[in-house]
């Protein structure tokens, strides 16, 4: 059953609406703003039914608060006919919809419904289009919006951001969006491929290049119809940054050893943590290149300035180990929160991880979450 949450201190219109909507939703009732916050953040409901005017506070703080909520869920706004500029104020803050009082049974269920309905939708397209690139904080909101946009064309994409951002992540996503979702998505991380090596794994080689060499593609004729994604591009040294100018520039490759170029019809994504620009002006990345890798450019932001991300991102790993939002208590909720994750979100779904080894078939305590602060 869908859940939904009522914010007012109306005790009466509590018990009503427990009877009106006991076959469809399951109701959680909180009396003040302050409450209502920490159950967002707590909590993933289908629906907020919020009243403006509470006990403690106006119920537009809670509005002010929904980045920090643990999903976006849906919040209609319960107010009068004659309460215009409220109902504006209300508007310029995210709230999704308004039921003015009094208002009919029939009004109240539709209302809920589509708001609802619309919100499951809006979270599976999510799920399935975007899969691990998990967030709902402005700045993912963008990037979502970004990865839409740059998977309909073919240029190069560079991803830019601190380690454990979710660079490869969103490389996936890119593919997955494009028209090559059919093609194959090669992953190159070249950081970790030894220098005498690098060359033939990128180009590929003949027999007799080398020591024990034989035929055998590269990176680019393998993902060739799909997607190549070159994580740590800025660890290429200058003879393999050569090489790679004239394939994004001739869109072939030539074997090591061979005696033919080879067109490769490949979309190319990199990625990487270091300051390329910077790199540039000190003649360790060459300038023409540069140009090249950074014709789409996206850049992750660190996940301590992802505002809210953390317990949906928290929530989603849950699941991935069995477990959900209600096995986790508020100590150890509080305790994610305050941590600033240098290890951006890698470091939260190990954490995460753990703590769901740690805590066994129990609920996660604030003891199970360990973190590092360097």
């Known amino acids: 059953m869908r859940k939904i949450l009522v914010v007012d201190d109306d005790l009466s219109l509590h018990e009503s609406l427990v009877g009106i909507l006991r076959e469809e939703w399951v109701l959680t009732s909180c009396t003040g703003a302050s409450k209502a ?57 995210g709230a999704d919809d308004f039921l003015a009082k009094p208002y009919s049974i029939d009004c109240l269920k539709n209302t809920l419904r589509a708001a609802a309905t619309g919100y499951a939708a809006r979270r599976a397209a999510e799920e399935s289009e975007f899969g691990d690139f998990v967030g709902m904080s402005d700045s993912i909101v963008a990037i979502k919006r970004q990865v839409g946009i740059y998977a309909r064309v073919n240029h190069t994409v560079l991803i830019c951001g601190e380690s454990g951002t979710g660079k490869e992540v969103v490389a996936k996503a890119i593919h997955r969006l494009s028209p090559r979702r059919s093609g194959k998505l090669i992953r190159l991380n070249i950081a970790a491929i030894p220098l005498n090596m690098l060359e033939s794994e990128l180009f590929g ?15 680019f004729e393998e993902a060739a119809g799909g997607t190549l994604f070159l994580d740590e591009i800025g660890d290429l040294d200058e003879g393999a940054q050569i090489r790679l100018l004239r394939v994004l520039e ?15 019809d490949v979309r190319i994504i990199f990625a990487t943590n270091q300051d390329l620009p910077g790199m540039v002006k000190a003649h360790k990345f060459r ?52 941590h600033d994750w240098p290890g951006n979100v890698r470091e939260l779904k190990a954490v995460i991880e753990r703590a769901a080894l740690l805590s066994g078939s129990g609920r996660i305590r604030s003891e199970h979450i360990l973190t590092v602060r360097f």
Do not use: W
């Open 287 to 338: 300038q023409d290149l540069f140009y090249r890798v950074n014709i789409l450019p996206i850049t992750l932001p660190p996940l301590r300035e992802r505002e809210g991300d953390v317990l949906v991102l928290a929530e989603y790993f849950l699941n991935g180990c069995g477990k959900t939002s209600h096995d986790i208590d508020d100590l150890a909720i509080e305790r994610l929160l305050a």
């Open 37 to 93: 916050i920490r159950l967002l953040r707590e909590e993933t409901y289908d629906a907020v039914l919020l009243d403006i005017a509470l006990p403690d506070q106006s119920g537009l703080t809670v509005l002010d608060e929904r980045r920090s909520f643990k999903s976006q869920s849906p919040i209609i706004m319960l107010t009068a006919y004659s309460d215009v500029s409220t109902i504006f104020e209300a508007s310029k803050r």
């Open 205 to 219: 080689s003949e027999r007799g290049a080398f020591t024990d060499a034989v035929s055998r593609p590269g990176c």
């Open 250 to 264: 001739d869109k072939s490759v030539r074997r090591l050893g061979g005696q033919r170029d080879i067109p490769v």
